[in-house]
């Protein structure tokens, strides 16, 4: 059965500082990867995805996700955290020749202190 | 803009009542997901349709029911309300190849409330 972690349901960063939100997944075969953003009040928006080659993706808004199959991790970044950046962060998971289906983590809320 | 409109947005209705919330997909998109989002329970899966047949199924209450028409738009239907359907439903779209690759696209979402 896959399952997704995210350690920290909340996380609070200032605004320049670094963001690093957590992903874990357990699955015995390597899944596709994604992390979307949900705003208050809004659908869910993808901001990256993995499912092959270069393990380090870059995403829209400045954040990038590295998997590293070894520690069966998807950890999210950002170099400099914008106070826009403010929003719930989903990762999920997909495994191959599911027809697509997701598993998505519990979320964590990303606070940005002026 | 994901391409994906769900209507209602919102829906106010009393508890042993019947609802039901619609969904078109992108266009392209052969495959519609419903999840419920709630406070207490985080982002939950209820059920996948192709091309208008069921192909998953998750956590979904024997009283919620779906199904997906020719035109491939989806509705949702929940029956015998209770005060703990009340959350935000979403539903998303994708092309849905069997590798499992390709990103689902969400809509705004429904918000139900049950008093």
């Known amino acids: 059965a896959q399952s997704v972690t995210q350690l920290g349901s909340h996380v609070s960063v200032s605004e320049g500082a670094l963001v690093l939100l957590r992903c874990n997944y357990s699955?015995?075969?390597?899944?596709?990867l994604f992390w979307y953003v949900q705003y208050p009040n809004q659908g869910l928006q993808l901001l990256l995805k993995?499912?092959?080659?270069?393990?380090l993706v870059k995403g829209i808004n400045g954040f990038e996700a590295e998997f590293k199959k070894s520690e069966t991790s998807f950890h999210l970044t950002k170099p400099s955290a914008h106070m826009s950046d403010a929003a719930e962060y989903f990762c999920?998971?997909?495994?191959?020749?599911?027809?697509?289906?997701?598993?998505f983590g519990t979320g964590t809320s990303l606070t940005v202190i002026p | 803009d994901s391409g994906v409109t769900q209507t209602p947005k919102h829906l106010i209705t009393a508890t042993g009542q019947r609802v039901t919330l619609r969904c078109s997909p992108r266009s392209g998109d052969l495959s519609v997901y419903w999840y419920q989002q709630s406070l207490d329970q985080g982002l939950q899966f209820l059920i996948q349709y192709y091309n208008g047949e069921e192909r998953a199924k998750g956590n979904i209450l024997e009283r919620f029911s779906a199904q997906q028409f020719p035109d491939l738009h989806s509705e949702l239907n929940l029956s015998s309300l209770e005060l703990g359907d009340s959350a935000l439903y979403f539903c998303?779209?994708?092309?849905?190849?069997?590798?499992?690759?390709?990103?689902?696209?969400f809509g705004p979402g429904t918000r139900l409330t049950v008093l």
């Open positions: 993995y499912t092959t080659g270069a393990t």
């Open positions: 999920a998971v997909s495994p191959p020749n599911t027809g697509n289906q997701f598993y």
């Open positions: 998303a779209s994708s092309v849905a190849q069997q590798r499992g690759y390709n990103e689902q696209f």
């Open positions: 699955s015995s075969v390597p899944p596709y």
